[in-house]
């Protein structure tokens, strides 16, 4: 029987790059479906107008909304549309996926997020599960996103550092403003250990890529050196150099198309014109990022998927993730410091600050409660958006700010000090209140169900949130910082999503095998973030790009090896 | 009143009484108003506006206001080009209204023929109801916006506001043809 493809891969973005990238290059034709246009370095400019006020790279609101379940004060539910609240869950919907728009902070998870139910047990209200993998399992990998991504870095050895298999990174720190240095001297008066933080960044040429240009904004922007590595500048543009890879951009793929054995035919999308096409493929691998995949496969019923492609078990789009944690800032201001400590801080903030702490990856602290897993604490720049910073001024104690008053609190607020963020991840506890579903009723342009996400939380998320930003903080006020503030919230970051196909050896409990292929389906596999039953206390691109390796290549070995 | 019979008693009000009663707006921005700004607002409604904008932020002598900035004329690129949506004309002409409402009940004056203190005190009133309080909300935004954004988008000339805020813009820079409802 012949195939279009051998494996059509639908998404682009960390988890869809290195399955296109590993099967073309071991000579397997793939096709790569995306949503969005296919914009390159030569598309992309610092305007905070297009990225960031009026999110022309993430899917219009008004044609494609999502609809969002919130928790009432009463512990009821309600739910809006994101056209109506503005609430974004779209995070980059181009060739490359939400990839092009991170900040890059790159963290491995640890041996102990493997197996968070063995080492801490089980959580009241939290279904917390093992993984069915174990982080030497994986670490091959975040090996392997290092030098085919580009990970800058520096190793020092702290209590929580994770075993790895090569001395240091293969590219150097990108540069560094100098209020690093003030939090390092900080962190050592407080015995806490300042590491500085790897990056998906190159700091210079290599892999036929610039390396960065410093001009101070990155996050949420997308790169115009190519320095940053996203899916589509590491991956995807040297799996089309193979001849083996095709990219099918402004393709929305609307259904998968399943037999009376459950094996997937076909695959459907409407094309650029609205047209409706189809395309079969030996393995089709799904990776649309969390909330998008579970839609997708809900959207796919068949003979044998009545509730939905891979969902007898009613788990697709059950124990939903975000990143758990807080955040917090303050400001040194020029005046506090010596003439030549202020002109250090009044540097451009192009460089980077790359600094986290990780002393409570694990807290071990009575007076918080028994030995738990705690977080990761970044410390960043304040994200440069003029726009941005300016807006945040015009409320006011009581009412909104104008005239004279509004103008002197903006000019103190760019003009008298350096501010610095700190930003603390912990671990999402995956909850039942907290999952995708289909809407009933609205639809988006192609007449499709969108998916409904109801986000609710776990208080030990909030509660190791404050804490970890609390800490943080503390940092902060040693540096001589003033106006601090920390806080933790319960709303779900929108772009740190993973969760919803959790895999598991148990298909009773899980949607994927321990190789991310569907129980259900056997020429079906998930490569985004879904697979993760926990989703640890870092962000998650670092290891949803390990894992897509590691599956990308269990699909080579189902296709017969290397060509 | 007509339109033309509006016109020639406000350009005489600025020219009789504009140290009483500054309408803040000079005879090349008047013309400015009078003959690039789209027809979604009267001219007497555009006047309004752009006295709202400057009384939100004034010029002073060593930082732009919203003339400087040309926060009306960017407004207007932001409501008229081939991507707005028109029930944001709506909401921001609303606003207009109602704030020469509330003068005309205040005051029995046009907002723009209104000391600085009666102007202050019309925005405070505006801004007690939820509507008004946005509405304002999304004009200093649209001001923000007009200081600090490319110049390709017809605000922040010369870079000015990024000047004042000795902020550096990253790059590369957008192009004209690639501003962002072009695309």
Request: charge should be neutral; charged fraction near 20%.
């Amino acid at each position: 029987m012949s195939y279009d493809f051998d494996v059509c891969v639908i998404g682009s973005g960390a988890g869809g790059g290195p399955v296109a990238f590993t099967l073309a290059k071991a000579g397997y034709s793939v096709l790569v479906l995306e949503k969005g246009p296919w914009l390159t370095e030569k598309d992309f400019f610092k305007d905070e107008l297009a990225c960031c006020r009026r999110n022309i790279y993430t899917s219009n609101l008004r044609e494609e909304p999502h609809v969002v379940e919130m928790e009432t004060d009463e512990g009821g539910w309600t739910s809006q549309s994101t056209y109506q609240s503005g609430w974004n869950f779209w995070n980059g919907n181009c060739v490359g996926g939400s990839s092009n728009f991170m900040s890059g902070f790159f963290h491995r998870l640890k041996p102990v997020d493997f197996k968070l139910r063995t080492v801490f047990g089980s959580i009241e209200g939290a279904d917390v599960a093992d993984w069915p993998i174990s982080y030497a399992d994986l670490e091959p990998y975040y090996d392997k996103v290092e030098r085919e991504i580009g990970v800058s870095g520096r190793l020092i050895s702290h209590p929580h550092a994770e075993p790895r298999s090569r001395q240091d990174f293969p590219y150097p720190p990108t540069a560094e403003h100098p209020i690093s240095k003030y939090i390092d001297e900080a962190c050592g008066q407080m015995d806490l250990h300042s590491i500085p933080m790897p990056r998906a960044i190159l700091p210079y040429s290599a892999l036929e890529r610039q390396g960065c240009s410093y001009n101070g904004y990155c996050g949420s922007y997308a790169c115009a050196t190519g320095a940053k590595g996203s899916s589509r500048a590491a991956l995807l543009d040297r799996a089309v150099a193979t001849g083996f890879c095709q990219i099918r951009p402004n393709a929305m793929v609307s259904r998968i198309i399943s037999d009376q054995t459950g094996k997937i035919t076909a695959v459907e999308y409407y094309d650029k014109n609205g047209q409706r096409q189809l395309v079969d493929a030996k393995i089709v691998v799904i990776a649309c990022q969390a909330i998008e995949t579970a839609r997708l496969l809900l959207n796919s019923p068949g003979p044998k998927h009545q509730n939905g492609l891979a969902n007898n078990n009613h788990l697709v789009g059950k124990n939903l993730l975000f990143a758990g944690g807080g955040a917090g800032s303050g400001r040194l201001p020029y005046a506090k410091f010596s003439p030549a400590k202020a002109a250090e801080l009044r540097q451009f903030a192009g460089p980077f600050v790359n600094r986290s702490i990780q002393d409570w990856y694990i807290i071990d602290d009575p007076t918080f409660g028994v030995r738990q897993k705690g977080g990761t604490i970044d410390f960043v720049h304040l994200h440069p958006n003029p726009i941005a910073r300016a807006t945040r001024q015009i409320r006011g104690r009581s009412g909104l700010l104008w005239g004279k008053p509004l103008k002197e609190k903006v000019k103190a607020h760019f003009l008298e000090g350096i501010y610095l963020k700190i930003e603390a991840f912990c671990d999402w506890l995956p909850i039942p209140d907290c999952y995708v579903t289909l809407d009933p009723s609205v639809k988006d342009k192609w007449g499709l169900p969108v998916a409904r996400i109801r986000v609710g939380f776990h208080v030990r998320n909030l509660q190791v949130g404050w804490y970890l930003a609390e800490r943080g903080a503390e940092v902060l006020k040693q540096m001589g910082a003033e106006n601090v503030i920390s806080f933790a919230a319960g709303a779900p970051p929108t772009n740190l999503v993973a969760g919803g196909c959790r895999f598991g050896n148990d298909p009773k409990t899980s949607v994927l095998n321990a190789n991310c292929r569907a129980h259900e389906v056997e020429n079906l596999y998930i490569t985004d973030g879904s697979f993760m039953p926990t989703g640890g206390s870092v962000p998650y691109t670092w290891t949803i790009y390990a894992n897509a390796f590691r599956v990308a290549e269990n699909i080579v070995e189902q296709l017969g090896g290397n060509k | 009143m007509n339109r033309r019979s509006f016109l020639i008693q406000t350009g005489s009000t600025i020219t009789a009484t504009s140290t009483l009663f500054s309408l803040n707006i000079d005879a090349a921005t008047l013309s400015n108003l009078q003959t690039i700004q789209g027809a979604w607002l009267s001219q007497q409604q555009w006047q309004t506006l752009a006295v709202v904008q400057e009384h939100l932020f004034p010029s002073e002598s060593d930082a732009p206001g919203a003339k400087e900035i040309q926060a009306t004329h960017y407004l207007n690129v932001m409501l008229t080009h081939p991507k707005s949506d028109a029930t944001e004309r709506d909401l921001i002409k609303n606003g207009i209204v109602q704030i020469d409402k509330i003068a005309q009940d205040s005051y029995s004056k046009y907002f723009t023929l209104l000391s600085t203190e009666q102007r202050e005190a019309v925005l405070r009133h505006l801004e007690t109801e939820k509507s008004g309080k946005q509405w304002i909300r999304l004009l200093l935004e649209y001001i923000f916006e007009a200081l600090l954004s490319d110049p390709i988008y017809g605000g922040n000339p010369n870079g000015i506001g990024w000047k004042w805020l000795a902020h550096q813009p990253g790059f590369p820079a957008p192009p004209k043809n690639k501003r962002y409802y072009l695309l």
